[in-house]
């Protein structure tokens, strides 16, 4: 019982260490506020901001670019104020809530995102010519409902590839590790440098960056995490050193990438189309088909391959498997070789739904985690489950909350698991003593 208790407190010590570490200013000393204006995934060019300080005096006035973002740089920390200008935006949309003022807190030597979260006129929440209970009124908010239901999936999705390869490295190793959502990051990264520095086209970098994070993860077990096990250092201890890992890696990441978000050179501002109720760019449908073939292929892989059988053999009873005459070091590495490729193509999909930039593993770690959480701890398809959960619930849940608390939900998540079903929906409990 008090390992437990040593455990689940250096657990959540580390996640909200992690996670409440301050984001690093890019190498330009960036101070100010900055965001993405998208309407239904796509970016909204030549949307007027305006920022003025807490008492009104003006700071500056700007337009977003190509990708739909902007940024005001400001001479000192402080309150500010962010003001949307509604009648510069598509004629067909306008800032769900119908609030398009924000006050953000800009600290020394940091950028605060500032988030306008912008839907079709007539949308959930909107008053329509049909009345609060009018036919308008019901329409609208079915397809807005459908169009989060889409976007959760697409999150859902690409959060279970992450969590897949965290939740078999958990179940081979027993090691939670908070280093994970660099792999991501450095997927993303990867292709982002050859699509962008070298100027190979997005589906080449991106072939690239999947093998490249095959082989860091092979790397960091090889010769880091494996030397460690022979070592005999305790979990907890491992799971302490990942922290220090991932604090590492993001400050090496901002080092030579810096601090900025940038797109891939392609796919950029596609037209959208529409199907059924829900409209979005091509390439989220095609993302959205790729992750559902990988996700397949690895399904699959674990239930009838040699190898698949032997992981689910490691991370069931370790003694028994290498009793039985498997290699269990074999096997631990080559979940980390697929795991680390996983979480590259993870960082692949989010960058071509969003933008690239150092910290974006980070940012979805805590989604990470209540997904293997909510799955089940060392169940690669309890993760899937628990991460299409946590997906579509901060997305539909925008339906009656402000979307800048929708994240909250999967803190909420984690703690309603752990209270209450500390196993996970597909875990099992162990027998102690």
Known sequence: MRRAVIAFTAFLGGLVFLLAAPAYAGPDGCQGVKGTLKLQGQPVNGAKVVVTTEDGKPVKEVTSNAEGTWEVQVDKPGKYKVTLDVGSLPPNSEVRGGTNVRTPTVYEKNCSSVLFALQPKGGAGQQTPGGADGESGTSGFWQQAAQLTFEGLNLGL???MAAMGLSLIFGTTK??????????????LIAYMFNAGVGLGVIPSAIIAII????????????????LRRRGTGIIAMMIISIGVAVF???????????SSEPFTEFNAQAGITVGPITAAPKNFIIMGIELVVLTVVAIALLKTRTGKAARAVADNPALAASSGINVDRVVRVIWTA???IAAL???MLGLSQTVKFSMGQEILLLIFAGVTLGGLGTAFGALVGSLIVGLFIQ??????????KSVGALAVLIIVLLFRPQGI???RERIG
Do not use: K
């Open 158 to 160: 690409i959060i279970a």
């Open 175 to 188: 090691l939670t590790n908070f280093a994970h959502g660099e792999l991501v990051t450095f997927g993303a």
């Open 212 to 227: 490249a994070g095959g082989a860091f993860g092979y790397a960091q077990d090889r010769f880091f995490w494996g030397q």
């Open 249 to 259: 890696l993001r400050s090496l990441f901002l080092f030579l990438f810096g601090g």
């Open 339 to 341: 795991g680390g490729a």
């Open 346 to 348: 993870a960082g692949i």
């Open 396 to 405: 539909i849940s925008t339906l009656w909350i402000s979307p800048e608390l």
């Open 426 to 428: 597909l875990g099992q």
